[in-house]
Nanobody
C-alpha cells in the first residue's frame, strides 16, 4: 500500500512559478512510474507529466518546455516544477503512482494562476 501526499500548490500570478511535491509512504518507491495529472473545473482529468523508473520523462504538449518532472528515490518524492504559468494551468494537481496492477492517487493540491 502506498500513500501519496501532494504539497506546494497555491495562488500565483501569470508568468510565475510553483514547485509541487508528492511524498510517498511505503517501500519500493523506485519501482513505480510516477505521474502528475490535473483537473480543471468542468473538465476531465488530464495527464500532465510522467517519469519512468529509468528517469525518462514525457509531457503533455500544453506544458512542454514550461514544466519539469523529477524524482528522488532516496526521499520517496516526485516533483513538478512549473514555470511561466498561465491562467489555463489552473487546476487541482494530482500525483499518481503505478506499478503493474497497483495504482495510487494523492488527494490533490490546488494551483490557481490569476492576477
Amino acid at each position: 500500500q502506498v500513500q501519496l501526499v501532494e504539497s506546494g500548490g497555491g495562488l500565483v500570478q501569470p508568468g510565475g512559478s510553483l514547485s509541487l511535491s508528492c511524498a510517498a509512504s511505503g517501500s519500493f518507491f523506485y519501482v513505480y512510474v510516477m505521474r502528475w495529472y490535473r483537473q480543471a473545473p468542468g473538465k476531465q482529468r488530464e495527464l500532465v507529466a510522467t517519469i519512468a523508473t529509468s528517469g525518462g520523462t514525457s509531457y503533455a504538449d500544453s506544458v512542454k518546455g514550461r514544466f519539469t518532472i523529477s524524482r528522488d528515490n532516496a526521499k520517496n518524492t516526485v516533483y513538478l516544477q512549473m514555470n511561466y504559468l498561465k491562467p489555463e494551468d489552473t487546476a487541482v494537481y494530482y500525483c499518481n503512482a503505478a506499478y503493474m496492477k497497483d495504482d495510487y492517487w494523492g488527494q490533490g493540491t490546488q494551483v490557481t494562476v490569476s492576477s
